[in-house]
C-alpha cells in the first residue's frame, strides 16, 4: 500500500481527519501540513506539497472553518497572554481587549509569562483547560514555532502588537510608527540619531527601527550600526542604553526610542548625566502611555491605538480573515510632539 493509501489506525475511530492524521500519514510536520493547506496562503506547488494535498485528499481531510476562527464560541471566554502586566502597554492592550469582549457578548481573562518562551505553553494550556474559546497572543518571538503547533492543534487563535508575519495578527503599522518619529526629528534639523532599539526578536521593535532607517534614508543619512543600541522594554534598560549612546565621541543630537519605558530611562540617564533635555538631547518615545504627558519634560511619542487594535484582534478571532492580505491588519499610529522635542542646536 502506498503512502497515500495509508492512514493512522486510529483515523477511523476518532472520526474526522485532523492535520494530525495526515501529518502522520504524510511523514512531515504539523505546521508543514498547516501551511501547506491553508487555503488562504499562496499554495506551494513542490513536490512534498503535491504529495501532502494527495495524501489529504485520500484521507478525506476537510479545513475546519472554527479552527481558523470563533463561529460559535463555547464559553464565549477569550484568553489573552502578554508578558506582564506591569508592563503599561501590555495593561492598556488587555484593558482594550476586555472592553472589546464586553461590547461583543463575551469575557476576557489574562496570564503572564514574563515574556519567556516556555511559559507561553504553559499559560495557553492553563487558559484552555479553563474552557476559554480561542487565544490572543501579545508574545509572539522571531523563530518561535508554538504559533504553528496552535494551528496545527486547531486552536483559534490571533497574535497582537507583535506578529510572525503568517498567522492571523492585529498590529499598529510599527514602521510607519518609527518613520514618524525620525521624520519629526529630521524635520527639526537632527542629523546625529541615537536608537534604543528594543529586543530584535520582536516584531514591533525591528519594524520601528525599519521605519527609522527608511527616514533616515530618504534624507540621504544612513543610520549608523553603532547608533543602535539593542535593549530590553525595560525603564533600567532604556538608561543604560542611552548611556552607551551619550559616551561616544560624537553622541547623538536626539534619542528615539521604541518604548515608551525605554525613553524614560533615557531621560533619567540624561538627567543624571547634567544633559537637559531638549536643550541639549531631544527624545521620542513609543505607545504614549499615559504617564508620559504628565513627566516634569512631557514626553514626545507615537501613540498606538490599543482600541483599534484590539477591535481587529477580536475580529479576526471571530470571523477569521477574508484574504491572504487580510491576515495581518495594520492600525496607523500618531506622533504626539511635547516638550522632549525641539530644534537642534548642533546640525552637524
Same mark, same amino acid.
Given at each position: ?6 492512514k ?5 475511530? #476518532? ?9 502522520l500519514?504524510?511523514?512531515v ?14 499554495r ?5 506539497a503535491?504529495?501532502?494535498? #494527495?495524501?489529504?485528499?485520500r484521507?478525506?481531510y476537510?479545513?475546519?472553518?472554527s479552527a ?12 489573552v497572554?502578554?508578558?506582564r502586566?506591569?508592563?503599561?502597554v501590555m495593561?492598556?492592550l488587555?484593558?482594550a481587549?476586555?472592553t &472589546?469582549?464586553s461590547?461583543?457578548?463575551r ?8 515574556d ?11 487558559l484552555?483547560?479553563r474552557?476559554?474559546d ?13 504559533p504553528?503547533e496552535?494551528v496545527?492543534?486547531?486552536?483559534p487563535?490571533v497574535?497582537?502588537?507583535r506578529t510572525d508575519g503568517?498567522?492571523?495578527s492585529a ?18 534639523g537632527h542629523?546625529?540619531i541615537?536608537?534604543? &532599539? ?10 520601528r527601527v525599519?521605519?527609522?532607517?527608511? &527616514? ?6 544612513g543610520?549608523?550600526?553603532?547608533m543602535?543600541i539593542?535593549?530590553?522594554f525595560?525603564?533600567?534598560a532604556?538608561?543604560?542604553a542611552a548611556?552607551q ?8 543630537t536626539a534619542?528615539f526610542a521604541?518604548?515608551?519605558n ?5 531621560l533619567?540617564?540624561?538627567s543624571r548625566?547634567?544633559l ?6 531631544s ?20 501613540r ?9 484582534a ?6 477569521g ?5 487580510d491576515?495581518i ?9 511635547? #516638550?522632549?522635542?525641539a530644534?537642534?542646536a548642533?546640525k552637524?
Open positions: 500500500m502506498s503512502d497515500i493509501d495509508s493512522p489506525d486510529d483515523v477511523g475511530r #476518532q472520526g474526522r481527519v485532523t492535520i494530525i492524521d495526515v501529518a500519514a504524510a511523514g510536520s504539523k505546521s508543514t501540513v498547516s501551511r501547506i493547506l491553508d487555503e488562504r496562503l499562496p506551494s506547488d513542490n513536490e512534498t503535491r504529495r501532502v494535498r #494527495q495524501i489529504a485528499e484521507m478525506g476537510v479545513r475546519d472553518v481558523a476562527s470563533l463561529r460559535r464560541g463555547n464559553t464565549l471566554t477569550i484568553g497572554i502578554v508578558p502586566l506591569t508592563d503599561t495593561a492598556m488587555y484593558e481587549l476586555a &472589546a469582549c461590547r461583543n457578548g469575557f476576557a481573562i489574562v496570564a503572564t509569562t514574563d519567556r518562551p516556555e511559559a507561553d505553553r504553559l499559560a495557553a494550556e492553563s484552555l483547560k474552557g476559554v480561542g487565544l490572543v497572543l501579545s508574545t509572539a518571538r522571531d523563530g518561535d514555532d508554538f504553528d496552535l496545527a492543534r486547531g486552536i487563535f497574535l497582537a502588537l503568517r498567522n492571523l498590529i499598529g503599522d510599527d514602521r510607519l510608527g518609527g518613520y514618524l518619529a525620525a521624520r519629526h526629528l529630521l524635520d527639526l542629523r546625529r541615537g536608537v534604543i &532599539a528594543g529586543p530584535a526578536y520582536a516584531s514591533s521593535s525591528r519594524r525599519e521605519g527609522c532607517r527608511q &527616514a533616515l534614508a530618504e534624507a540621504g543619512l543610520l549608523d550600526p553603532a543602535v539593542p535593549s530590553s525595560g525603564i533600567d532604556g538608561a543604560h548611556e549612546l551619550m559616551r561616544r565621541d560624537e553622541p547623538p534619542i521604541v518604548n515608551d525605554t525613553a524614560i530611562g533615557a533619567s540617564c540624561l548625566l547634567g537637559s533635555v531638549p536643550e541639549a538631547v527624545v521620542v518615545g513609543y505607545n504614549d502611555i499615559p504617564i508620559v504627558s504628565h513627566l516634569p519634560t512631557p514626553l514626545t511619542s507615537v498606538v491605538p490599543f482600541e483599534q487594535i484590539a477591535s481587529q477580536l475580529d479576526l478571532l471571530t470571523h480573515a477574508t484574504s491572504g492580505e491576515r491588519r495594520m492600525s496607523a499610529p500618531t506622533l504626539i510632539p511635547r #516638550q522632549s522635542t530644534r537642534a548642533d552637524s
